[in-house]
């Protein structure tokens, strides 16, 4: 079964299951249920899925009935952040919370468990077309390497889809007499989203004809080096600020040469070093969309598309 089947079987099966349900709910004769009087919160742990939650609002028209906030700010790496007091406020009162992987944001177990048991929470890691194996704390169960379990799930356009299809079930919930316009948004988006696989396909296509590799700082780009087969020939950390022994250094200066490192804007100060005694060229991309002016997940993407592309040409 290809994947366009797959998706368009999904969506027959997500229609039949809200005609059985009888959508809107009705708790008793007459009785509907209860719609919010508020506008719902959905916070996203990082700014790429808030992205990806704003777009999926503003196509099904919710924008006004929906808020969607980001948990870690600009410059914060997921990796090493520590809840304040405000934070697991923030979480207590959130309506949804989105977030992508244990081992991403080992900080918020701990905060789920505690004051989210009851919650109908969207974690990208447990319905994403990547096998992901983890014990309660976070932590890999298997022996794979960095790469086959990326936790940067949202840079591969599958698993968005598979967010967005549990985001309109949730939200067709909260929202009963939007269900029509929540399912329209859903199959809108993933035509969006299947438009932006072809394009990046093609540009990653055009861009590994040059015939060069990318390295990376930090293994952060799995999930998008995958899905458009770009070479990478390097990754030099599993986590930001790892510590790197003289030895692996001289084997990365000794193997294959890439046409640069790349690394996310926020771990350039970090990356410098290595990329000076490695004689390779530095280049930045936006792993967690600090850029403001980035609004979409397309947009988003195509940035990080781009950074390869300069990467590549680098050589």
């Not at 505690?114 to 890999?140: A, C, M, T, V, Y």
């Amino acid at each position: 079964m290809n994947l366009r089947t797959f998706r368009l079987n999904r969506y027959v099966l997500q229609v039949t299951f809200i005609f059985l349900c009888g959508m809107p709910l009705v708790m008793a004769k007459g009785v509907q249920a209860t719609i919010p009087d508020v506008p719902i919160t959905l916070l996203a742990s990082i700014r790429p899925l808030a992205l990806i939650a704003n777009d999926f609002v503003m196509l099904a028209k919710l924008n006004d009935r929906v808020k969607v906030e980001v948990l870690l700010q600009a410059g914060a790496s997921p990796h090493h952040f520590a809840l304040k007091v405000t934070d697991i406020k923030r979480i207590q009162e959130a309506d949804t919370v989105i977030w992508s992987a244990p081992t991403l944001e080992h900080f918020l177990i701990k905060a789920l468990r505690e004051h989210r048991k009851n919650s109908s929470d969207l974690q990208l890691s447990s319905f994403s077309r990547i096998p992901f194996q983890e014990d309660d704390e976070g932590r890999h169960s298997h022996q794979h390497d960095h790469t086959d379990a990326d936790a940067h799930l949202w840079l591969d356009p599958a698993n968005v889809d598979a967010l967005i299809a549990a985001l309109s079930l949730s939200l067709q919930r909260v929202f009963p007499n939007g269900h029509k316009a929540i399912i329209e948004a859903e199959v809108e988006y993933r035509t969006v989203l299947e438009s932006l696989e072809r394009s990046l396909q093609q540009r990653m296509t055009a861009a590994n004809a040059l015939k060069g590799g990318i390295a990376v700082y930090h293994d952060s780009l799995g999930a998008f080096v995958n899905r458009f087969h770009v070479h990478q020939v390097a990754a030099l950390t599993a986590v930001p600020e790892e510590q790197m022994g003289l030895r692996s250094l001289l084997a990365h200066k000794q193997g294959l040469k890439p046409s640069c490192l790349l690394a996310d804007k926020g771990e350039l100060g970090m990356a410098q070093r290595f990329a000076a005694t490695l004689e390779w060229p530095l280049v930045a991309f936006d792993l967690l969309a600090q850029n403001e002016e980035v609004n979409t997940y397309p947009a988003y993407m195509n940035a990080i598309a781009a950074s390869i592309e300069q990467c590549l040409k680098s050589r």
